[in-house]
């Protein structure tokens, strides 16, 4: 049977995504071995590429990585415990199955399998109702454990973000905020913090409603994130109606050109406040701090600093950026 089913060269899939038939990676130095075994795994419903050796199979697992290699253990060229130990390098390697094929079932080979990285092991010759249930449960356990995977990822997402504007949350702002002022202490480079507060936002509320309020809080998150573009900056609400934006490796002119932009940003959307004392539109006032951080201080200092600005800003006619330093020197920009 097996002598009749020559076929050498199969085409890759475009993706090995689990959602779409798996994709196997069959390794025999036997050509009747190889195409069994394709045509079996064929039958079972998955998508199958064939190797010859370990160096062809290492080959074709970096054009298109499988979900699972059926490995031949004795072949020449490379044998399958090399390849397989060789696999577990390659990007993405120690994410997919290897089903060694042994034609010795001494505890040797087994443990050598298993000591090179393999996932389980069957035997020759082979007894393919065994091959079919070990295939299946082993993709199955792949998809349950890239399902979970997903999942707390998105947990994740969902446990650092703020549900109303969907940037992040004071949880997030806390944890990267302790963790950039130490990263900065290490490379003794600025941090930058930017404090925004809406202007007259109770007001707001009570004339446009609550509802309108919250709608003008999702839109004033996203101009803020709109305004700042490297990805170690980080954008959080704060409280209420206060956002933060923490701005690694930034000079206090960096920081006090970018609140500059938030804040043009958020006029911008002229969103109509009729009952502002500064403005026809909605606007912030925003604080500025900025430090090298030292490693036996603490990154409230930069938050009080920052809201020191925030005051200074509301107290001096809101509608503005100040700059908050740790000397007297307290700087003033606005428009
Ligand atoms: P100031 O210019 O001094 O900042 O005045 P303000 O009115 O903005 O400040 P105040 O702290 O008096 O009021 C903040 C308001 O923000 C009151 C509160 O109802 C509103 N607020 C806080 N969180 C939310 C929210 O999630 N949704 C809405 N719609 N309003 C909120
Ligand atoms: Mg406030
Ligand atoms: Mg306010």
Known sequence: MSATLGISTVPFPKNSCLEDSPFILVVDDDKSMRVLLRKFMEKEGYQVAEAKNGE?????????????????????????????????????????????ITGLEDQASVDRAFEAGATDYVTKPIHWAV????????????????????????????????????????????????????RMAREKTPLSLILCDVDFF???????????????????????????????????????????VIL??????????????????????EIVHGNSQVSTCLTLSLGVASTVP????????????????????KATGRDRVILGVRSADTSISQS
């Open 56 to 100: 062809e199979c290492l080959t074709l697992f970096q054009q298109q990585p499988p979900n699972l290699v059926l490995l031949d253990a004795m072949m020449p060229v490379m044998d399958g415990f090399t390849c397989c130990a060789k696999l577990q390098t390659l990007p993405g390697g120690n994410q997919t199955l290897v089903l060694m």
């Open 131 to 182: 091959l079919r249930q070990r295939v299946r449960r082993l993709l199955r356990e792949l998809k349950l454990s890239q399902q979970l995977a997903q999942a707390n990822q998105e947990l994740e997402k969902l446990a650092a973000s703020d549900s109303l504007t969907q940037v992040a949350n004071r949880r997030r702002f806390d944890e990267y905020l302790d963790r950039e002022w130490r």
């Open 202 to 244: 109770k007001s707001y509320n009570d004339t446009y409603g609550h509802q309108a309020g919250d709608e003008c809080l999702r839109q004033v998150a996203r101009a803020i994130s709109h305004s700042v573009s490297r990805p170690a900056d980080l954008v959080a609400r704060y409280g209420g109606e206060e956002f933060a």
């Open 248 to 269: 690694p490796n930034t000079e206090p002119e960096g920081a006090v050109r970018i609140a500059g932009k938030v804040r043009a940003a958020v006029k911008a959307l």
């Open 294 to 313: 030292l490693c036996h201080e603490s990154s409230a200092m930069l938050v009080s600093a920052a809201d020191e600005a925030l005051y200074q800003a």
